[in-house]
């Protein structure tokens, strides 16, 4: 079992920058395949970023490709969300996710294949 801690929220400009943390507690961290998702007001879960247990692969939703980055400390038990150009539109509260992972490759990007979740952190963009 694993225990995640996300962090790194806030309020921010349109065009700025934040960086969310997840830190995971428990089992060995790099026999888990990460994702992060997030939820605005009213909407769905929506799938954001997701990585391999080596860290060697990534995936990401269309709204955010290209200016969201996510990546892994495996040392450190740490997955990280750098978001970068942010829009109003990015306004959510995130959730890191973990999956026992069956290989070192596969990323997964819908929620129900995740058995971890964390608690969420309130990101809000001004426009």
């Known amino acids: 079992q694993v225990q995640l801690v996300d962090s790194g929220g806030g309020l921010v400009q349109a065009g700025g920058s934040l960086r969310l943390s997840c830190a995971a507690s428990?089992?060995?961290?790099?026999?888990?395949?990460m994702g992060w998702f997030r939820q605005a007001p009213g909407k769905e879960r929506e799938f954001v970023a997701a990585i391999s247990w080596t860290g060697g692969r990534t995936y990401y939703g269309d709204s955010v490709k290209g200016r969201f980055t996510v990546s892994r400390d495996n040392a450190k038990k740490t997955v990280y969300l750098q978001m970068n150009s942010l829009k109003f539109e990015d306004t959510a509260v995130y959730y890191c996710a973990a999956k026992v992972a069956v290989n070192s490759y596969n990323v997964y990007y819908t929620e129900g294949e995740y058995h971890y979740w964390g608690q969420g952190t309130q990101v809000t963009v001004s426009s």
């Open positions: 428990g089992h060995t961290f790099s026999n888990y395949a």
